[in-house]
């Protein structure tokens, strides 16, 4: 593994020069489709992971020219510590500013993350206790009947809000974080401990409007990175509050995807669990990366056979990823590391692509192997 790792560094290093050249300076990645580089603004969901990733690739190499670009993009970045439009601001300045923060401990990205939080606060609805995932208008969404949208996904943005409340006196983020974690543990899973994609809100009453799918094969279906956005969610906020109740969530989600009869021997999802044609459907490598990452972190807070079964599939995992059906060659795949991630079927966009934040994860599960278990 020691040798893996390695080995996947001293690639990503050079690889990210070839993405880096192929991304204009006021923008962000976002992948490599029909052989040409595509990016997005700062407002993309996304556009935290490029400078996140190289933060891990510089934390490893220690190579200053990484950390170079990686404040570059950060510099475009800031702005968005003001925006309120949706619930991804975690994803967006946490992976990145959170990153920064830990590896420089420079204090103005600090109060960039607390910022955010501030931002990403005016989005909790406390009569409901969620936060609203998505504008009504985004997409159509009122045209559809919704009223008060919250996605899985959300779970991820709730780390942003214990650090902040961690690191500074305003237990308010926490506060929040927790009471959206309890309300999702409430309506969003089945008793299988799969998750719903989408819930509807009666912002009012906390009522659940409908249980839906957006990027999944149904509503019924259990899309397979949204399995990953919950399994690490709940590991996560274990660590901040070491409440037992999200920790046997977490353990539950796990199981689920672990005992999957629809999971591959070399432990690549299929894009949905319950995608119809298994074994002739796309994998999804952005899920894989979230699932590796997670499971080293939940061997952390488990003991015995359990632990050693979740580090024994993040490793088959990492193994996977790192083989020449998921890993690219030098140069090649726009200069992204990974292939073959999928984005939304059902909205046919991003299929069979790289995606920044299978990168991302990735390199998040090579550190923590290298922290935890070498
Ligand atoms: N958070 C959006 C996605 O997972 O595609």
Known sequence: MKKMIQDNFEFA????????????QDSMPKTFDKNRNISSDVYWW??????????????????????????????????????????????????????????????????????????????????????????????????????????????????????????????????IAESHANTTIKNHFRPDYSSYHVLDYDLNTGEVRKKVTAQGYSDSSAWSRGQGWALYGYTMMYRFTKNPAYLKQAQGVAKFILNNPNLPTDKIPYWDFDAPNI??????????????????????????????????????????????????????????????????????????????YADYYFVEALLRYQKWYL
């Not at 290093?13 to 204009?24: R, S």
Request: charged fraction near 25%; include cysteine.
């Open 279 to 356: 074994p002739n459907e796309l994998r999804d490598v952005s899920a894989a990366s979230v699932y590796a990452s997670a499971l080293l972190e939940l061997g952390q807070y488990t003991s015995g056979k359990e632990k050693q079964n979740y580090i024994s599939v993040a490793k088959t995992i990492l193994k996977s990823l790192s083989s020449s059906k998921y890993r690219a060659d030098l140069g090649s795949n726009g200069g992204y590391l990974l292939k073959h991630s999928v984005g939304s079927i059902p909205h046919n966009n991003e299929i069979d692509v790289p995606l920044t």
């Open 46 to 175: 996304c556009s935290g992971f490029y400078p996140g990733t190289l933060l891990y690739i510089y934390e490893y190499t220690k190579k200053p020219s990484i950390l170079d670009d990686a404040k570059k993009r950060l510099a475009i970045l800031d702005t968005v510590k003001y925006y309120t439009k949706n619930h991804d601001l975690g994803f967006m300045m946490y992976c990145s500013f959170g990153n920064a923060y830990r590896l420089t401990k420079n204090e103005e990205y600090k109060k960039v993350i607390l910022e955010s939080s501030k931002s990403l606060a005016t989005r909790y609805r406390p009569d409901a206790k969620v936060i609203q995932s998505w504008e009504i208008t985004d997409g159509g969404l009122r045209q559809k009947g919704f009223v008060g949208p919250v996605i899985i996904d959300n779970l991820m943005n709730l780390e942003m809000l214990e650090w902040s409340s961690h690191n500074s006196t305003d237990k308010k983020f926490a506060n």
């Open 13 to 24: 290093a050079k690889q990210y020069q070839f993405l880096e050249k192929a991304t204009p």
